[in-house]
């Protein structure tokens, strides 16, 4: 699997736009970009996933470059809560059904009031 | 939808006992289940992959006769950590996946923190 960087904190302003880039340059065609985030002391929460077009949900935007060797993860409005360890992971196509999640030490972000 | 459960979420025992915690998909059938582990201030590290109905495929460097997994159901996927040591003291996580195409987040338990005195 390919493997991630990101800086291992993040400060943000409540209300603000929390933007966490992930670089994985070594990604393969058929592999997705995923994002995971774990609160202190708690299991891990899906986010989003993403191949090649970006992507929206209820929790948040994923933006993939063209060349698809990085991708940023946009909380539109932060929140307290939103204080976690947020993980970017690549992950094998969805049919493979291996789906093996590698985490890597993540971003920290702090949302700070 | 899409819940998992463990039990216990808390154990405390003493060196040399066992210990079993429990994961279960409440809301749907989980064809793959997965086991974590995770140290203070340390990211999750993958255990062991479980398909029911078959042996669990351990990860380089984890004893599979220390961590016995047994996944009986589509539901239900158990971890026995056999003469538990200081050392085993951790977080324990679980996840399951449903495996359809299309759809393969892993959907995790909240985790069981084990104890050993």
């Known amino acids: 699997d390919a493997k991630t960087t990101q800086p291992p904190s993040m400060d943000c302003a409540e209300g603000r736009a929390a933007n966490l880039p992930c670089n994985h340059s070594?990604?393969?065609?058929?592999?997705?970009v995923y994002w995971y985030r774990q609160i202190h002391s708690q299991g891990p929460q899906y986010i989003i996933h993403?191949?090649?077009n970006n992507e929206t949900n209820e929790m948040a935007s994923l933006i993939i470059t063209e060349d698809r060797k990085s991708s940023t993860l946009i909380l539109p409005h932060a929140t307290l809560r939103d204080t976690a360890v947020y993980y970017c992971?690549?992950?094998?196509?969805?049919?493979?059904?291996?789906?093996?999640?590698?985490f890597g030490q993540g971003t920290t972000l702090q949302v700070k009031p | 939808g899409a819940v998992v459960s463990q039990h216990p979420s808390r154990v405390i025992c003493k060196s040399g006992t066992s210990v079993k915690i429990e994961c279960r998909s409440l809301?749907?059938?989980?064809?793959?289940m997965f086991w974590y582990r995770q140290f203070p201030k340390q990211s999750l590290m993958l255990m062991a992959t479980?398909?029911?109905?078959?042996?669990?495929?351990?990860e380089q460097g984890v004893e599979k006769d220390k961590f016995l997994i047994n996944h009986a159901s589509l539901t239900l996927s158990t971890l026995t950590v056999t003469s538990a040591h200081p050392e085993d003291s951790s977080f324990y996580i679980c996840?399951?996946?449903?495996?359809?195409?299309?759809?393969?987040?892993?959907?995790f338990g909240p985790g069981t923190r084990l104890t050993v005195l």
């Open positions: 479980s398909n029911e109905g078959s042996k669990a495929t351990y």
């Open positions: 992971i690549i992950l094998h196509p969805p049919s493979s059904n291996t789906g093996k999640l590698i």
């Open positions: 993403g191949l090649k």
């Open positions: 996840s399951a996946t449903t495996g359809t195409s299309g759809a393969n987040e892993q959907f």
């Open positions: 070594t990604i393969s065609g058929n592999e997705y």
């Open positions: 809301d749907f059938q989980a064809t793959t």
